[in-house]
């Protein structure tokens, strides 16, 4: 099993630029989440899924977009990004109930100048 | 509000000399507690959960123990190997939800020199 897997590892945007990015696991885990984490913050969540076609947001999403449309992978949209979404992302999923540890993937450093 | 608070906000040990991290929280209904390592450059690795207070677990030179209002990881001997910064989050039973989000602490980066 590889787990989490995030692309890409490294991404610097212009002001106002898109993309997305990419988070899979097969682990058949039905929740999966985006965190955010600053320097010297605790996470924080921006949106999740308990399953394929089910999401809703966490607190912070503004700026952000997801969909859900297999249960292996969950994408994270940035539209018109801004230098306050420099930072580093995290995709992580747990098991069916929501109430076991989360598996986190390796992140994706994002930089936006 | 932070819900976790974890203390200190950094730690210098040499090899051998054991000390405690803490994480304190306030959350109404406690489901789980969960310890994190996380090294630089990648993503939180999970050591342990606790999920009721005097529950304790241990994992090699790790010790993670729950109170009512807070947890310890206790590090025995450490090695420079453990230098990592170790997060703590919480999960609350929440009313009509299985989301089962966690609220992480800021953490604690442990330096262990030889």
């Known amino acids: 099993n590889a787990g989490v897997t995030q692309t890409p590892k490294f991404r610097i945007l212009k002001i106002g630029q898109s993309m997305t990015l990419q988070c899979t696991q097969d682990m058949n885990h039905n929740y999966m989440y985006w965190y955010r984490q600053d320097p010297g913050m605790g996470l924080k969540l921006i949106y999740y899924?308990?399953?394929?076609?089910?999401?809703d947001k966490g607190e912070v999403p503004n700026g952000y977009n997801v969909s859900r449309s297999t249960t292996e992978d969950f994408p994270l949209r940035l539209e018109l990004a801004a230098p306050s979404q420099t930072s580093v992302y995290f995709c992580?999923?747990?098991?069916?109930?929501?109430?076991?540890?989360?598996?986190f993937g390796p992140g994706t450093r994002l930089t936006v100048t | 509000e932070d819900q976790v608070t974890q203390s200190p906000e950094a730690l210098r040990l040499q090899e051998g000399e054991s000390s405690s991290l803490n994480c304190s929280y306030t959350?109404?209904?406690?489901?789980?507690l969960f310890w994190y390592r996380q090294d630089p450059g990648k993503g939180p690795e999970f050591l342990f959960t606790?999920?009721?207070a005097g529950e304790e677990k241990e994992k090699e030179r790790l010790k993670a123990t729950l109170t009512k209002k807070e947890s310890f990881l206790h590090i025995t001997a450490p090695k420079p190997e453990d230098s990592a910064t170790y997060l703590c989050a919480v999960q609350a039973r929440n009313r009509g939800s299985t989301l089962g989000r966690l609220y992480f602490g800021r953490g604690t980066q442990l330096t262990v020199w030889p």
């Open positions: 606790l999920y009721s």
């Open positions: 959350v109404s209904g406690l489901r789980g």
């Open positions: 992580a999923s747990t098991q069916l109930t929501g109430y076991h540890e989360q598996y």
């Open positions: 899924s308990v399953g394929a076609g089910i999401t």
